[in-house]
Antibody, heavy 119, light 107 residues
């Protein structure tokens, strides 16, 4: 079945780095734009970053620009989010999300991985 | 950046009631508006896209309407399993912004 499974979350100190991954299965990963959306504890949803199906075009939220890099390896059906210079306000559940272009909507979500920035 | 404003922030209704959630965009987004349902501890789930098209598998008691800047999500006969937080999202332009959410509780 169509599935996205995130991994790599954890506790990191302020100023530290972390890479989270998302393994896709059940669909042609290389045909879809992918996104990361985060949710701070008890808060709403915030789009973080997106990447073109071939990886050539990337967009970032202003709140993470310059500190976060989205990338993908279509040969491994895997999406990545490299996070540097982490701040307390980056603490959140990070969801890997598929964009269904024809519908213009985020149609498949992973279960999320928790990133906690704390000393 | 397009701001999305939902109202109310929360509501409480009885099983069988009809409930309506509003979503307003800070500028016209045509019908590039999606609705998601999120239950506690779970990832969001797509309910409707393009303002009024029901996602496959979503019960027909959910419906959406609107265009331009004003949109609504209606649950025609509220069921216990509809207790959740609902988010609107504009997909007109990047960043694809979300509303702040509306928490629906069952009395």
């Amino acid at each position: 079945q169509v599935q996205l499974v995130e991994s790599g979350g954890g506790v990191v100190q302020p100023g530290g780095s972390l890479r989270v991954s998302c393994a896709a299965s059940g669909f042609r990963f290389s045909s879809y734009g992918m996104n990361w959306v985060r949710q701070s504890p008890g808060k709403g949803l915030e789009w973080v970053a997106s990447i073109h199906y071939a990886g050539k075009i990337k967009y970032y939220a202003d709140s993470v620009k310059g500190r976060i890099t989205i990338s993908r390896d279509n040969s491994k059906n895997t999406l990545y989010l490299e996070m540097n210079s982490l701040r307390a306000e980056d603490t959140a559940v990070y969801y890997c999300v598929r964009l269904e272009l024809r519908r213009g909507a985020f149609d498949i979500w992973g279960q999320g991985t928790m990133v906690t920035v704390s000393s | 950046e397009i701001q999305m404003t939902q109202s109310p922030s929360s509501l409480s209704a009885s099983v069988g009631d009809s409930v309506t959630i509003s979503c307003r965009a800070s500028q016209s987004i045509s019908t590039y508006l999606n609705w998601y349902q999120q239950k506690p501890g779970k990832a969001p789930n797509l309910l409707l896209y393009a303002a009024s098209t029901l996602e496959s598998g979503v019960p027909s008691r959910f419906s959406g309407s609107g265009s331009g800047t004003d949109f609504t999500l209606t649950i025609s006969s509220l069921q216990p399993e509809d207790s959740a937080t609902y988010y609107c999202q504009q997909s007109y332009t990047t960043p694809q912004t979300f509303g702040q959410g509306t928490k629906v509780e069952i009395k």
